[in-house]
């Protein structure tokens, strides 16, 4: 069964610390995205990667790290300098990264939250 | 920049009631027009979606056409059930990057 997966779906951490969220897909999609969702708002795009070993940021990209290292695989590193990490964390994937016609497909999300 | 506004929630119904949401967009070009369903707790479904202008997308009853005249993408249902109770996100993805930019979503409530 293709699809996206995210781990964990809860995630507790402490004022400080790095965390890493896990993003998996199968789809063999090339394009990949990552965005943050908070109460009441819309989606916003934090990174984005068209291909393998590359990366752009998006539209909240500060206190954020990504990296792209195979085609199955991109990783969010929510930093201790994320000024309020606390949010819901989605994970998308597309065919094809450079075509707007092109749906994304959205894995089942980490909730984060930092005390 | 490009962006999305739809309208703001709840919309509260009955089953078997008829639903519109409204979206409309501003945006550079031609863009690729979404709706977006999200569950509570889940990640988003696509529901529909259009890439050109008078396009109508539809599924599972709901039904969306680009409006290139007056820049909207409206949400309809006939009828709709308890199990359509949800939050809907318009979008739009334009340009060389398929970039989504989302409303900030509906929250829909149908009570039986």
């Known amino acids: 069964d293709g699809g996206i997966t995210q781990s964990p779906k809860y995630l507790f951490r402490k004022e400080g610390q790095n965390v890493t969220l896990s993003c998996e897909q199968n789809l063999n999609h090339d394009a990949m995205y990552w965005y943050r969702q908070d109460p009441g708002q819309g989606l916003r795009l934090i990174y984005y990667s068209q291909i393998v070993n590359d990366f752009q940021k998006g539209d909240i990209a500060e206190g954020y790290s990504v990296s792209r290292e195979k085609k199955e695989s991109f990783p969010l590193t929510v930093t201790s300098a994320q000024k309020n990490p606390t949010a819901f964390y989605l994970c998308?994937?597309?065919?094809?990264?450079?075509?707007?016609?092109?749906?994304?497909?959205f894995g089942p999300g980490t909730r984060l939250t930092v005390t | 920049g490009d962006s999305v506004t739809q309208m703001e929630g709840p919309v509260t119904l009955s089953e078997e009631a008829f639903l519109t949401i409204n979206c409309t967009y501003t945006?550079?070009?031609?863009?690729?027009l979404f709706w977006y369903v999200q569950y509570p707790g889940e990640g988003l479904q696509l529901l529909l979606k259009?890439?050109?202008?008078?396009d109508k997308g539809s599924n599972k009853g709901f039904e969306a056409t680009y409006r290139k005249e007056t820049t909207s993408f409206h949400l309809e249902k006939g009828s709709v059930q308890v199990s359509d109770s949800a939050v809907y996100f318009c979008a739009l993805s334009g340009g060389a990057t398929n970039k989504l930019i989302f409303g900030t979503g509906t929250l829909l409530a149908v009570q039986p």
């Open positions: 945006a550079t070009g031609y863009p690729s």
């Open positions: 259009a890439t050109k202008a008078d």
């Open positions: 998308a994937s597309s065919i094809d990264g450079r075509r707007e016609s092109y749906e994304q497909y």
